[in-house]
Structures are given as C-alpha cells and as structure tokens.
C-alpha cells in the first residue's frame, strides 16, 4: 500500500512529491522490519528494490514533464502553434466554443475521408459518412453529396441525415449569435461572431448561389457596422476584406487589405493581400509580398512557393 501511494503521488505532480517520498521510505522501513531474520543481503536487495525502482519511476516523470515544457514543437504540431496563438488561454476570454470546433476542424484533411466514402464497402462508406458529418466545410458537403448517389441505401440515408445535420448546426450558429447580437447590438465582437456565421454557412456550400450571396451581404453589414463601433480593430476589417473578395469586389478589398497590412503585418494579411493580386494579375506585387512574408518568417507553403515562381503573364 505505501508503494502504491507512493506511484500515485508521483503521477499527481510536483506538489504530491514529498508525500511520495515519504511514502516510499515507509515502505523501505517496513521491507526492512518484515526482514530481520533474514540474510543482510537479502534485507539490503529488499530495501533496495523498493526504493530504488519508484525513485526512478519519479525521476523519469519529472524528466518527462521538464522536456515536454522545453522542448521546441517539432513534427506534425510544429506549424499549428502560430495558429493555436489566437485561441484564448486560461487569464483570457473564453473563446467560443464554434470557433475552436472550426479550428480543429481545420486541422483535419477531408481526403483520407474521400477515400473512405469512394470505397467499396458500405459499412467503410457509412463510417466515412459519419465522419464528414462533424465537419461544416464546403469538401465535406461535396463529398456527402456524393454519398447521395451510392449503390447502397442505408449510406444514402446516412449521407442525407449528414447533411440534414450540417445545415441545422450552421443555421443554428446564425440563430445564436443573432439572439446575442438582439441583447446587445451595439457590441462590435457579437457583431463580428454573427458576421462569421452567416460566412461558415455561405462557404459551406449548403444554399445555393442566391442564397450564398444574401448571406455574405449579411455578413458584409455586419462587418460594416462593427467597424463602425471600434474603427481600428483588425479582425472586422480583415474579414470584411475576405467578404468583399467572395463578392468579387477585389479593390475594395485592396484597400482593407492594405490599411490591416500597414497596421499589424501577419500571415492572414499576406494571404488576402496574395489573393487580391493574384486576381488583378499583378505578379510583380504578388511576389515582392511573397518574399517580404518569407524574409519576415510569416509564409506559408503558398507564399514560399510564390516567392520564387511566377506565372507567365
């Protein structure tokens, strides 16, 4: 029992250490009480299995708890941590829990998942179903919609109660944030979260090319109107630049871009600013952004690639 606490209190962390401890010269002590008559060999080999073994069990916790807080992120974590910045930490604001699911979402590529859907097993094809269904994006309903049309009706069915799901959590968030946005409409951040709503259900491809256009108007005033309360705050006017460029209002667009580059320079901001000229055909520009980004360590695997190819014009 005392050799028991003493593991657990070692799993428990830094403060539980010294009753651990504790623990384990107390089962020294009574290893070697329980062993009087016995050889001193036999007592000094008892005594020190039990202390010995847990002792580096403790210190192989420790060693691990030191290295996962110094070591640098490497592998498939290394380029998300830039990412996982803008989510709140414990002394900030609770984030909302729509954003933190979109961003994990994000994280997941939907083609092992194609894979899954085109093969040709139902029951694969309804496990893949189920997995899109935890997704809102536009290559997740794309790929429902495809299900639509396999031989097998149960995965049909399944596909369609996916996509019945998708649309209902979606419009949902537009409710929810409409309601918040009712007991406070002057907020500029419920203002913003409404904005965002109406854009994740535009993007996901669920309504139409006349509804999806209503939406991302929607989304636009909203937008408007929270740059109106709070002027110079960054993320309205960076997603009213990624609305008025789903709009095909490329230079208005130009012009948020540019003042959210000149004020904070960030990778998001290079991107719409890439996009802008990419669209105007304006590959000297799109380039000397490119290898501003790179040189400044902001560039992502677009960036880098534009900062040393460009098209043919």
Known sequence: MAELAAVVGALLGPRAWPPALAAHLAAVWLVDRSRRDDRRDARFLGAALVLALPGLALVGVSAIRVWQRRAPPSGLYAGVHSEMSELPGPDQTPEPVDRVFDWLQAQVSVQPVADLIRSADPRTQRWGVGLLARRGDAASVELLREALQAPDRDTQIAASGALQRIEERLVGRIGQTQEAL????????????????????????????????????????????????????????????????????????????????????????????????????????????????????????????????????
């Open 182 to 313: 009712r007991l406070d409409p002057d907020s500029a951040e419920r203002l913003l979260a409404f904005g965002d709503a109406c854009v994740a259900y535009q993007a996901s491809g669920m309504p139409d090319a006349v509804m999806g256009r209503h939406w991302l108007g929607e989304a636009e005033a909203a937008y408007r109107r929270a740059r109106a309360r709070r002027p110079d705050w960054l993320p309205a006017a960076r997603a009213l630049a990624r609305v008025l460029l789903a709009l095909e209002r490329v230079d208005e667009a130009e012009v948020l871009a540019a003042e959210a580059h000149a004020a904070e320079p960030s990778a998001e901001v290079d991107l719409l600013l890439s996009e802008v000229f990419f669209r105007q055909r304006r590959w000297r520009d799109l380039r000397a952004l490119s290898r501003d980004a790179v040189t400044a360590g902001r560039a992502d695997e677009t960036l880098r690639w534009w900062a040393g190819e460009e098209p043919v014009a």
